[in-house]
């Protein structure tokens, strides 16, 4: 069965530093990785997703995601926050085998200070 | 905008009622998923349709039911209304199924059951 898990339900970060959200997951065979964000009132918007190579995966809005096999992990990092990336935030896996739905982390709200 | 709608995008009822929620997919989705995200519970699939047919069940209660339309628009039914039943009610669209494809959520719709 597949799982993810987002271990940190908040994260603050003062704007201007770098931030990491955190994701673990778990599938039988190799996954693909995606990382969506949840403004309030708002549906998920896709970020980022990791499907093969690289292992250092760029997104949207400056977003990076850094796929490690060994640690089974898909940390989403920016280099310098900004307020507006206020939000929520949900990582989910695939297995890239059969046809199974995505399953979602249960996200983690960060919350950048100025 | 992700092109994803769904209609209303408030619905307040009261206990033992039935509502439809309605959801577009993106232009040439052929798969559409039906998620529910309240508080306590996170964002949970409930299902999945692809080109009309069912493809794939999550933790979707009995008294819930959903088709999808030879236009690809689809309806999730929820019938005898609880209180626990007061969510967002988000629907999404994919290419294709499973795979790489990552899905496009729409703007969702509240539900309110008093």
């Known amino acids: 069965a597949q799982s993810v898990a987002q271990p940190e339900d908040q994260v603050n970060v003062a704007e201007g530093n770098p931030l990491t959200v955190k994701c673990t997951y778990s599938v039988s065979g190799n996954p693909y990785l995606f990382w969506y964000v949840q403004y309030p009132n708002r549906g998920l918007q896709f970020l980022l997703k990791y499907i093969t190579g690289d292992n250092l995966v760029k997104g949207s809005y400056g977003f990076e995601a850094e796929f490690n096999k060994s640690q089974t992990s898909f940390h989403l990092k920016k280099p310098s926050a900004l307020v507006s990336d206020s939000a929520l935030y949900f990582c989910?896996?695939?297995?890239?085998?059969?046809?199974?739905?995505?399953?979602f982390g249960k996200g983690t709200r960060l919350s950048v200070i100025a | 905008d992700s092109g994803v709608t769904q209609t209303p995008k408030h619905l307040i009822t009261a206990t033992g009622q039935r509502v439809t929620l309605r959801c577009s997919p993106r232009s040439g989705d052929l798969s559409v998923y039906w998620y529910q995200q309240s508080l306590d519970q996170g964002l949970q699939f409930l299902i999945q349709?692809?080109?009309?047919?069912?493809?794939a069940k999550g933790n979707i209660l009995e008294r819930f039911s959903a088709q999808q339309f030879p236009d690809l628009h689809s309806e999730l039914n929820l019938s005898s209304l609880e209180l626990g039943d007061s969510a967002l009610y988000f629907c999404?669209?994919?290419?294709?199924?499973?795979?790489?494809?990552?899905?496009?959520f729409g703007p969702g719709t509240r539900l309110t059951v008093t």
């Open positions: 999404a669209s994919s290419v294709a199924t499973g795979g790489f494809y990552e899905q496009y």
């Open positions: 989910a896996v695939r297995d890239i085998e059969g046809d199974t739905p995505l399953v």
């Open positions: 349709y692809y080109n009309g047919e069912e493809r």
